[in-house]
């Protein structure tokens, strides 16, 4: 047991918080960068490849564009389907193959990526199909490429909304990451379980509970300041949607 009354407390305190905190944001700033990367076009493509979309025949064949389709979404079901201490008991091995060890920050952000793609996907899955379709109808017609219509109409288009979702993901990825330190993957959660419970310090389990609070907080705000930045640049009605339109045509 910890004793408060200790004049090194205080002090050892701050030290275990600040590193765990420091540990936490590193897994998840980690974590979320592959996740976006992968996340992202993956969420794009599950929209596109549906019927009647702009890649529902990639090459040619209707019959890729649904088999595509039907294997992503098969395993982002999967992935979101699947509990996370489940998950990253089975990613054990291929953590272990993959970075040597299944024990620390950095084979943490293995299975905090994996858990955190399918979900992304989902969110931006849902952000593109909030676009009007007619502005992809008005955008073909114009002669736009598929690329410059994802990168011209589709993502400024759903911007706000994948701000929004990147926000919940982050969040996600932050639970997620008390799990991982549970079982030595070091971060906030670490500092709960080892401090926290096996030493019986309330003081680290509040300070810990404080962090985290405070972290989502100022994602999330900073995560509305910037949709509502987006929104009001980007434009949602039908006035706002010409006006990508309209740099569609210039650029094609």
Do not use: C
């Amino acid at each position: 047991m910890i004793d408060v009354s200790d004049p090194e407390f205080w002090t050892d305190l701050f030290d275990v918080l600040l590193e765990g905190t420091l540990e936490t944001l590193w897994m998840t700033s980690v974590a979320l960068a592959f996740t976006i990367l992968i996340g992202l076009p993956l969420g794009i493509v599950l929209v596109g490849t549906e019927r009647g979309r702009f890649l529902e025949a990639p090459f040619g064949s209707r019959g890729l564009g649904v088999a595509i389709n039907r294997t992503l979404g098969f395993v982002v079901n999967l992935g979101r389907s699947v509990p996370f201490i489940v998950l990253m008991i089975a990613l054990i091995p291929f953590t272990r193959l993959l970075v040597g060890s299944f024990i620390g920050t950095g084979p943490a952000i293995v299975p905090l990526t994996i858990v955190a793609i399918p979900f992304f996907a989902r969110v931006v899955e849902i952000a593109v199909k909030e676009v009007d379709t007619g502005l992809f109808e008005a955008a073909e017609s114009l002669g736009a490429s598929r690329w410059l219509l994802v990168r011209r109409v589709i993502l400024p288009q759903a911007a706000p909304s994948i701000v929004l979702g990147t926000a919940t993901t982050i969040t996600s990825i932050i639970n997620f990451s008390a799990m991982v330190g549970v079982v030595g993957g070091g971060g906030l959660g670490n500092v709960a379980l080892t401090y926290g419970l096996q030493r019986y310090s309330w003081i680290h389990i509040v300070g810990v509970i404080v962090i985290l609070f405070v972290v989502v907080q100022l994602i999330q705000a900073g995560a509305n300041a910037l949709a509502r930045r987006l929104d009001h640049s980007s434009g949602r009605g039908e006035s706002r949607a010409a006006l990508a339109v309209d740099e569609a045509e210039r650029t094609a």
